[in-house]
């Protein structure tokens, strides 16, 4: 069972910036495919990022390219998210979330509780 712990969130105005951070209970950290997700109110779970175990693989989703960064420390047990010139639509609550590869999907195994990101205009 792994757990994990997101942090950093907070209120920040428009084109602000902040670094969330999401640590991992599990030994074999650097095994897992994590992942930043956020959910707006009213909205779907929506897919930001993506970074291999190796962190040799990234994918950002469209409307975050080129603002935010994925990255992870595996010393650390630790996947970031900098999150910059951040917009109001931005607003949601963030997730981690630890997956592995099965053929050609990532199945999210495990998930953090969240941390809310608000961003007034």
């Known amino acids: 069972q792994v757990q994990l712990e997101e942090s950093g969130g907070g209120l920040v105005q428009a084109e602000g910036s902040l670094r969330l951070s999401c640590v991992a209970s599990?030994?074999?950290?650097?095994?897992?495919?994590m992942g930043w997700f956020r959910q707006a109110p009213g909205k779907e779970r929506e897919l930001l990022a993506t970074?291999?175990?190796?962190?040799?693989?990234?994918y950002y989703t469209d409307s975050v390219k080129g603002r935010f960064t994925i990255s992870r420390d595996n010393a650390k047990n630790t996947v970031y998210l900098q999150m910059n010139r951040l917009k109001p639509e931005d607003t949601a609550v963030y997730y981690c979330?630890?997956?592995?590869?099965?053929?050609?999907?990532?199945?999210?195994?495990?998930w953090g509780q969240g941390t809310q990101v608000t961003v007034s205009s």
């Open positions: 979330a630890a997956g592995l590869n099965i053929g050609t999907i990532i199945s999210w195994e495990y």
């Open positions: 599990e030994r074999t950290f650097s095994s897992y495919v």
């Open positions: 970074i291999t175990g190796s962190g040799s693989s990234i």
